[in-house]
């Protein structure tokens, strides 16, 4: 029994030691592996070691020059990605970029070989020190660009920091030539607080004028025609110093596809259609109905076009004229018929002809060249026009027999003039649709002409 005791006593002591020397040989072997991985990782632990050491005592409030009166230079570009609008009712423009700005922090300069080759570090920019590059004509209190992105920063202390910002200012829009209108807008970007004597903006690099970011994304209502940017120094009436800004200026055109197809293409419709008022027979009733049908059309477009642009505008837009232009001759077309109609129905109820005035300055060399035949007009059969044109007044050979009675003769007569009379009203009639046609077609040709110079 003794010697069972002491057989279990040896083999525990046996476990116990094996345990021993196996967790001992386990952390010798984790403590190899981490000192591998520090080994491989250099990068990370360099990385980490230089931004401790670049923050350490920096202040991101102070200007990083080596004294109080030198100028930082500030190097500034705005590469533009997209026209996102221009809202004519808000007077607002819209555009979104990248704010690419750099300058040199005399606190961030190191040198590679300390930090295993380290040849960039980035840096949230919220714990270095920024320009406050703000857009002075923002519609928004404060369009400045977002902090919370990264800046890349070089041994030499160059700090290179490229937000992207989106942009909505107020833009000054002329619809006079609506809707072959262009317009230029402007974007300008200073620095808030500090003067030229502080921070020296500048153009960064060397721009060309109407270049665009590579990643820029053309807007299907606005053609960009082209970029420009200015530098500009000015005082304002609080301070003393020159203020240094960089001016963009966008040139943009409205593409014409959409007003077209909703407002152009149906008014010049409606043109066409008019001048059908003057073909219409003047007897006809239709005649005015279908007149007073255009100009309701026309005034129905004319409000759809008001709800499109502003009011308010100081101009009237080039489409708005034709627009009125449009409803002054649908209007007067109605006027001209209603003057037709009326002579048309005079023929009904008066045994008189037109005024003297009227058959001589209309009825005789119009007619002929407007081939306007009195026969045409006259309210007998085919048969009997000759007839009633060859009844005078003295008898004769009339139609009739010389032999008839007085009270026949008088008939005769009387049914000529009655037939001349109808027959003259009914001439100035058609001779006012036809002159009022040519008229209206000269003029509808002018405007649409002066009109085709802006396509």
Known sequence: MAMRLNCKVSASLLLCIAQLFGGTTGKVSAKKDAEDFAANDSYISEEHRLFKDLLEGYQESVRPVGSAGEALRLDFRFSLTAVDGLDEKEQTFVVSGWMDTSWKDIQLVWDPDKYGGLQGIRIPINRLWSPDIIVINSKDAYNGPPYHHLAYVTPDGSVYWIPPINIETYCAVD????????????????SWTYDETLVNLTT??????GSTNPHFMANSEWELKGITFSRNCRKFPCCAENYCDITYDFSIKRQTTFTTHLFLGPSVVLCLVTPVVFVLPPGSGEKMIFGIGVVLADVLLLGELIT???????????????FLANIVMACFSVVISAVVVGFWDKSKSR???????????????????LCVRKEDYLPVDDADKAAALEVTPEGGEDGFEATSGEEQKRRCINTYLRNAAISEWRQLAVVFDRIFFIVYCVVLSILTLSFARYL
């Open 351 to 369: 045994i008189s002809g037109p005024p003297a005035f009227l058959r001589l300055l209309i009825l005789g060399p119009l007619t002929r060249l």
């Open 204 to 209: 960064k690099g060397n721009q060309e004028k």
């Open 308 to 322: 499109f642009i502003p009011s308010a505008h100081p101009n009237v837009p080039l489409l708005a004229k034709y």
């Open 175 to 190: 619809l006079a030539e609506f809707p072959f209108d262009e317009h230029v807008c402007s974007v300008t970007f200073l």
